[in-house]
């Protein structure tokens, strides 16, 4: 099969833009939903370990950065070359180890560098600024877990998973006296504070929360598609079973 090149791409997106009546009214802010979606759909692709889906979808995520550079270059503000540079231009500026005179011999160390130069590019003073500069819009569980990073890199951590283990019963009993005076707000600022701890834990293992949670939530998916296919051979509509009936099932399902 003969292979197309990125200039191919480039014009196909182009040729689309004047002669497709649904690409040509996209702009960047109705086309941030497909970016979501396909970086999540290559995440899955990963997570299966399949060639072909991989290769699929790391392609629709491309052409979604093609996308966006097309429209910036219509008007006249950049193109997808300027972007191309431009993270050139970065990766050699931020690995000074690699393209300079830099001596980093662990990952931690180049971690660390990589900071200090992002920090000095964005005129961020302070380590608080970085934190700011996390993106608000990103998943509240991998917001955390950056946020705790970060500020775990100038020490201010825990000693050990224990401490952090024992945080966690700690907040859990403050999200249960909030809920013995029946305060919404009080509740939910414990329960938030329950999440960001148990990302802690998550964190002290290099468990990354969202993967960990995504897993969970297939796995409800499987063992609960189970439930319903053993009431459906029997005739029965979820509705028709009791709460223990389900359990049982649920219990059956995990075995499996």
């Not at 006249?76 to 191309?84: P, T």
């Not at 980093?104 to 600024?129: A, G, R, Y």
């Not at 063992?223 to 029965?236: L, P, V």
Request: with cysteine.
């Amino acid at each position: 099969m003969q292979k197309n090149n990125f200039e191919d791409l480039i014009n196909i997106m182009k040729i689309l833009r004047k002669e497709c009546p649904w690409d040509k009214v996209q702009t960047h802010q109705t086309l941030k939903r497909y970016l979501i979606e396909e970086t999540y759909e290559v995440l899955e692709a990963l997570d299966l370990n399949d060639d072909d889906k991989i290769k699929e979808e790391l392609g629709d995520l491309l052409l979604q950065i093609v996308f966006h550079s097309e429209i910036a270059s219509e008007e006249n503000r950049f193109d997808v070359y300027d972007v191309i540079t431009t993270v050139c231009d970065k990766m050699k500026k931020r690995h000074t180890h690699v393209f300079g005179e830099d001596d980093l011999n662990t990952p931690q160390e180049v971690l660390n560098n990589w900071d200090k130069i992002k920090m000095e590019e964005k005129s961020e003073k302070t380590v608080t600024d970085s934190l700011k500069g996390i993106p608000k819009e990103l998943p509240a569980l991998l917001r955390s877990y950056k946020v705790q990073e970060k500020a775990a890199r100038v020490g201010f951590d825990w000693d050990n998973v224990e401490d952090c283990i024992k945080k966690v019963y700690e907040e859990l009993n403050e999200f249960e006296e909030a809920r013995k005076i029946e305060d919404n707000q009080k509740i939910s600022e414990e329960l938030g504070d329950l999440l960001f701890a148990v990302v802690n834990v998550s964190r002290f293992y290099n468990i990354n929360p969202e993967e960990a949670l995504t897993k969970t939530i297939n796995k409800f998916i499987t063992r609960f598609s189970y439930i319903e296919e053993e009431t459906t051979k029997n005739g029965n509509n979820l509705t028709d079973l009791t709460l223990k009936e389900m359990d049982f099932l649920w219990e059956k399902a995990k075995k499996i």
